[in-house]
């Protein structure tokens, strides 16, 4: 990639094969017009609608309220639980471990496989309506994908841009790299590991359970393994 310098220390960026560009995204919000009234079919809808429909409902929480502490529901569970009346099965999907999923067709088959297991178990949810006007409403999300100034290739520079980056930032490399676009891990524990070979913190940063943190403390986290790192070296 040539001699590219590093846009937070402005030294030369050819330490190693390839530098990190740290990157943010806009979340826009798009209406598919599907929308269910009864649990047959919100599977159904559920099974054919657009992946970027899934990830926005399992997912859209974390951004949009990064101030509290986020916990690993979805929309459906909460549509289900509390505005179609179901808290036993909305307390099946609220179960589901988005953590177990790293690719959105796993993470859509368990969700509407619950919900048709239920049905099949309670037959007379077939003929149950929500409320009306209270139908759950398939959104999808848009994302618009923005290189920041960030271009690091040292340990040191790494922990510097990831102080300056800006939440969205850090979202997009910790969540959408890992289960929108189907990676088994996030960005930032790849890099560390293949290009700056520390593989020991690259494993810590990968064992982070991001729904268990707000977006900040999940930084100030990141920031800790890289320091222990640092001072290890």
């Known amino acids: 990639m040539g001699e590219q310098a ?33 649990l047959v079919t919100l599977a159904k809808l559920l099974r054919k609608v657009p992946d970027s429909c899934v990830y926005y409902h399992t997912h859209h929480f974390v951004l949009e309220h990064h101030y509290l502490t986020p916990e690993p529901t979805n929309d459906f569970a909460y549509w289900v639980g509390e505005i179609f009346g179901d808290e036993t099965l909305g307390e099946l999907l609220a179960s589901v471990d988005i953590m177990e999923y790293t690719a959105l067709q796993g993470l859509r088959e368990v969700l509407a496989g619950t919900i048709e297991r239920y049905i099949k178990e309670h037959p007379a949810t077939r003929i149950k309506f929500a409320p009306s006007g209270r139908e759950f409403f398939f959104i999808k999300s848009v994302h618009v994908i923005m290189p920041t100034p960030y271009t690091v290739s040292t340990l040191a520079e790494f922990a510097q841009a990831l102080e300056q980056v800006s939440l969205h930032s850090l979202y997009f490399h910790i969540f959408d790299a890992r289960l929108r676009l189907g990676r088994p891990t996030n960005d930032f524990s790849l890099w560390l590991t293949e290009q700056l070979g520390l593989k020991a913190l690259g494993e810590s940063v990968a064992g982070l359970n991001p729904y268990a943190h707000t977006l900040q403390t999940l930084r100030t986290i990141l920031l800790s393994l890289i320091r222990e790192a640092a001072a290890h070296a």
């Open 6 to 38: 590093s846009a937070v220390t402005g030294t030369p960026a050819a330490a190693v094969p390839k530098p990190f560009q740290f990157r943010t995204a806009l979340v826009l919000q798009e209406s598919t017009g599907l929308r269910a009234s009864t």
